[in-house]
């Protein structure tokens, strides 16, 4: 996928208002004067934008519209069924909305979903789910357990709260996919150099998944996260490959925090378990 490399500097100083707005929205939680300059920073950016490109403008606002949507809920770990309901929801219209204008307003159909149907994964694509998941238990119980970032997600103790726990942190999982890369990527994509859009994607990726859960040195482990997601979507074309990725991955982040808060339950992780 190529990129038109004739926009102006506003074009880029645009795409960067709104991808900043993110930390301010989302690790800025609850602060009104960071979430103040968020805001601020999406309007501004989209004014430019549009001054500067219309089409990078009607791109701009599929992304910031979602943005201002998850702006609106909380995104941290809570199991309670009303979140679920609510997070579900929301999170399933940031997707729906901007495809549906892409393919039926705007009708240039950016937002897509590909895949590779007929053509097998390669023996590297293989070879990468194998370590992924070598790197998730190598990794991943240390940066929860050390960190203490576990504790941003609630213990679970009955079965009805495992499989809530199961099923969102797959759901949020594929989401991720779908909304940074297949939305926020492809968007920026179309209209810079790939490095320059990866690079705003995972600044939005890391964001989210910050007010998530992942914090402390979580960004250490989440950015390049992001830039690798971008890295392969852009080589091999395909959402189910890397939601493949990402759902391998989960299935860690998934047991390493029921380990976390029930060590007896799950002792398969060489890091010690958390104190009481």
């Given at each position: ?52 490109n219309r089409a990078l403008g009607r791109d701009l606002s599929l992304i910031a519209v979602p943005l201002i949507a998850i702006s609106l809920i909380s995104v941290e770990a809570n199991l309670e069924w009303g979140n679920v309901a609510l997070m579900g929801t929301v ?137 690798i997601q971008g890295w392969i979507f852009e080589k091999s074309r395909s959402v189910y490959y890397i939601i493949t990725v990402h759902l391998l991955f989960d299935v860690v982040v998934f047991l390493v925090l029921v380990y976390a808060h029930h060590p007896a339950w ?11």
């Amino acid at each position: 996928m190529s990129a038109p490399q004739s926009l102006s500097r506003g074009a880029l100083v645009a795409a960067i208002l709104v991808v900043v707005a993110a930390p301010a929205l989302f690790v800025a939680r609850g602060m009104p004067v960071f979430m103040g300059i968020g805001y601020a920073a999406l309007a501004i950016g989209l004014a430019i934008a549009f001054a500067s490109n219309r089409a990078l403008g009607r791109d701009l606002s599929l992304i910031a519209v979602p943005l201002i949507a998850i702006s609106l809920i909380s995104v941290e770990a809570n199991l309670e069924w009303g979140n679920v309901a609510l997070m579900g929801t929301v999170l399933t219209l940031c997707v729906a909305y901007p495809y549906a204008m892409s393919r039926w307003v705007f009708r240039d159909h950016v937002v897509r979903f590909p895949g590779r149907p007929g053509e097998p994964w390669s023996r590297g694509e293989w070879a990468w789910l194998g370590a992924v998941l070598v790197l998730g238990y190598l990794i991943l119980p240390v940066y929860f357990i050390t960190s203490g970032s576990y504790q941003n997600w609630p213990p679970v103790e009955t079965p009805s709260e495992i499989a809530r726990l199961f099923v969102g942190v797959g759901f949020v999982g594929i989401w991720d996919e779908l909304f940074f890369i297949c939305i926020v990527f492809a968007l920026l994509r179309r209209h810079f150099p790939f490095w320059t859009a990866n690079l705003l994607q995972a600044i939005v990726f890391v964001s989210f998944l910050w007010e998530l859960g992942y914090r402390s040195w979580g960004p250490a482990l989440t950015l390049p996260f992001a830039l690798i997601q971008g890295w392969i979507f852009e080589k091999s074309r395909s959402v189910y490959y890397i939601i493949t990725v990402h759902l391998l991955f989960d299935v860690v982040v998934f047991l390493v925090l029921v380990y976390a808060h029930h060590p007896a339950w799950l002792p398969i992780f060489f890091v010690a378990p958390p104190g009481p």
